[in-house]
């Protein structure tokens, strides 16, 4: 379905549209909304709105012009489709970048969220991974190298042709635009006035910079979490989809995480 609102013409997957509360979900870069299916199938509990980012799948003629311009689109969605105009977000990397930024520029339209594999400090080598942006987002298009990505991020057999063509359909110019913003984020301070419950988490096996973010999160919002999930990657909604949903479940309805999470020191 595509969203034509004011500000919005973002293409959406909904499902459960009888339950009474809307999650959000965002998935990363060069990726659809295909990637939670297995997730959301899990959670029929909730009304679900899982969302093709601008410049990407078939959201990918409106041009991906920002990470504030993307969470102004999602704001919007959520006023006019989530139940009472109100939903809790969920995004993995390039999504929780976005989930932040909705809660910082239209803070009455969130509950509570969930943000994984996210970095809010400082990149190593920001020079160098700037020189080579321009390349990479040609390569990473690359069909052999799109199914490299996805063998990397752990992701089964079964979606392997989804993700070479989420790749083949994700704009050039909106993976240079992700990358730049992305590696420029930081915690605003509207960001530390916000009261929304915010659940930061990072897998045990991701890059130093993402875990030492989920600290970085807990410490800074006032009411943020923050975990490592043992044993797991960046793409863990992959690798251990059950234990992603429990933790989306659990955190929506007030509980405690799961308890193989590692609260992080």
């Not at 916000?194 to 875990?211: C, D, F, M, W, Y």
């Amino acid at each position: 379905m595509l969203s034509r609102g004011v500000g919005v013409m973002l293409y959406f997957k909904e499902s459960n549209a009888d339950q009474a509360e809307t999650i959000i979900w965002l998935h990363g870069a060069m990726l659809a909304h295909w990637m939670w299916d297995d997730l959301i199938s899990k959670l029929p509990q909730y009304h679900h709105l899982a969302v093709d980012l601008p410049g990407h799948a078939a959201s990918n003629q409106t041009p991906f012009l920002s990470l504030a311009d993307a969470a102004k689109r999602i704001g919007e969605l959520i006023k006019t489709k989530a139940h009472h105009g109100k939903a809790h977000l969920v995004g993995l990397s390039l999504g929780g970048y976005i989930v932040l930024k909705v809660i910082e520029q239209t803070p009455d339209v969130v509950d509570s969220a969930i943000v994984s594999g996210i970095t809010v400090l400082p990149i190593p080598n920001l020079g160098f991974y700037n020189m080579l942006m321009p390349v990479m987002a040609t390569v990473l298009k690359w069909p052999f190298v799109a199914r490299m990505n996805a063998k990397s991020l752990k992701m089964p057999d079964t979606v392997l042709a989804k993700y070479v063509e989420s790749a083949k359909q994700t704009q050039r110019s909106a993976i240079l635009t992700t990358s730049r913003d992305v590696a420029n984020f930081h915690l605003s301070s509207e960001l530390f006035s916000r009261q929304h419950p915010i659940l930061s988490v990072a897998g045990t096996n991701e890059h130093p910079t993402v875990k030492a973010s989920v600290k970085e999160i807990a410490n800074k919002l006032p009411h943020a979490q923050g975990y490592l999930v043992p044993d797991v990657g960046h793409g863990w909604t992959a690798e251990a989809p059950t234990l992603f949903a429990e933790m989306v479940a659990s955190w929506f309805e007030r509980q405690s995480v799961p308890q193989t999470f590692h609260p992080i020191e």
